[in-house]
């Protein structure tokens, strides 16, 4: 048994464990770093970046099919095989972390591969080593994909994410169990490519989280693209027969497939870090925290851990506010009140702060205004694959948005100037006078506030 000692330990080494990390290293803090899978998490191999690697590839094809509508002819075959090598170059050598091993050990890191268990707020186990942290404990141990307790589905050995992204020749059929972000974006992605997709949602519509008019939006894309969608279903059994996916739905349709990716969400696992010496509850959804994201006397939690917005953008804020916090610089609290979101499907779904549901449930006088995206003048020009709308959601009495929603060829770039009003809490009177360039799909929010305007309380 090894005893190391540092100033700062960093269990779990996501987005947000690695800036903390790295930046901690920079100002000259000794540190730990432990990640029992791949230096930098999930967003590099298996989420973010590979995602919409694939995302590009099936835009690109869907882009060149709009061509006889617009341009003259174009005769389209896909091919995945340049976009399976194009993930493994990107991911190092078909998942290897060692470059980005031996980026933070050149920084003056040093690095364990393992497990880490808090024994103590200033002790780590990782196997039979001990690691004491003089300073502080980051916690980034991050999520691990929900796979639902349905009779015969592990048996059947279906596709998470990692196995979707890993992939090296299409499946002729997949089913997707799950209509939020993940299922919908790989769902397009493997139609785009030839594949016969069916996705399977339990709630009412795929991305529920979303405002309404999204969703409906992406229910006639899906239609248009052919893609089978089936909400407020159950899924009551899945078999695999002779190598393929038998699904039965609670309705007793059948699904098959050749093969079937879950998407039903992700979890944690507070026990296996061991939080429990700390006094939190190893059974919780998440790792509770102030707003300095500490949850113990010296010891910090960040990303997905915190159930405080599971996006490597917030993982990477976060870490900020925690560096800040171990350097004694003072920072602000983490503030949740304008956390944009992108859905990177075929039209771009994009959304910051309340929904309209949200914002009337938490007793604001609310009004919203909102634009067809066909009406604005960008989206006429855009023509083909121009479906999608802008939504604002204000609080009239502060005169303020506290929501917008975003959908279109570009929907998460347009998010970026209502995020910031959102954020910014800008008033509704300064958004009115903001000359916006013609014709830019962002120049809709004048079309949404006028909308706005109109409609009484």
Not at 398 to 405: C, E, I, N, S
Request: charged share 25%; with cysteine; aromatic share 4%.
């Amino acid at each position: 048994m090894a005893e190391l000692v540092a100033d700062v330990v960093v269990v779990g080494l996501g987005p947000g464990g690695e800036e903390v990390a790295e930046r901690l290293v920079d100002a000259g803090l000794d540190v730990v770093g432990v990640e029992a899978a791949l230096f930098g998490g999930e967003c590099p191999y298996w989420g973010c970046i590979p995602s919409k690697m694939m995302i590009r590839a099936g835009n690109a094809l869907a882009e060149a099919r709009r061509v006889d509508l617009l341009a003259g002819h174009a005769t389209v075959t896909p091919d995945w095989a340049p976009v399976a090598r194009r993930i493994r170059d990107q991911a190092t050598d078909d998942w290897d972390d060692k470059v980005a091993v031996e980026r933070f050990t050149a920084r003056g890191g040093r690095f364990v591969r393992g497990r880490g268990r808090l024994l103590a707020a200033d002790r780590v186990a990782v196997g039979d080593d001990v690691i004491t942290a003089r300073r502080a404990v980051v916690i980034g141990t991050g999520t691990t994909p929900v796979i639902p307790a349905i009779p015969g589905l592990v048996e059947a050995q279906p596709w998470t994410n990692h196995q979707a992204i890993e992939v090296e020749h299409v499946p002729d059929s997949l089913l997707v169990l799950g209509g939020g972000a993940i299922g919908v974006e790989l769902a397009q992605v493997f139609a785009r490519f030839g594949v016969t997709v069916t996705v399977v949602e339990v709630g009412r519509r795929l991305l529920s989280r979303e405002e309404p008019e999204a969703c409906d939006v992406l229910h006639e894309v899906f239609a248009a693209e052919g893609i089978a969608v089936h909400t407020g279903l159950s899924l009551d059994r899945v078999d695999r027969v002779d190598g393929r996916i038998r699904a039965r739905l609670g309705d007793g349709t059948v699904v098959e497939a050749a093969e079937m990716l879950v998407a039903t969400g992700r979890k944690v696992d507070l026990a296996a870090v061991g939080v429990g010496v700390l006094g939190v509850d190893e059974g919780a959804r998440s790792l509770p925290t102030d707003g300095r994201l500490r949850v113990a006397p010296g010891v910090w939690a960040v990303g997905d851990i915190t159930g405080r917005g599971a996006f490597t953008h917030v993982a990477v804020h976060q870490a900020g506010i925690i560096v800040d916090d171990i350097l004694g610089r003072e920072p602000a609290d983490f503030d949740e009140h304008a956390i944009p979101r992108v859905t990177f499907t075929d039209p771009e779904v994009g959304s910051v702060g309340l929904s309209e549901e949200q914002a009337r449930a938490a007793g604001l006088a609310v009004r919203t205004g909102q634009v067809a995206l066909s009406r604005v003048s960008r989206g006429w020009i855009h023509g083909p694959g121009n479906e999608g709308l802008i939504k604002l959601v204000a609080d009239v009495d502060a005169g303020v948005l506290v929501g917008a929603t975003s959908v279109g060829p570009s929907g998460g770039e347009v998010l970026g100037l209502l995020a910031l009003a959102v954020h910014a809490r800008v008033s509704l009177e300064q958004l009115g006078t903001m000359i916006l360039a013609f014709p830019t799909f962002h120049r809709g929010l004048r079309d949404a506030l006028a909308d706005l305007r109109s409609v009484e309380t």
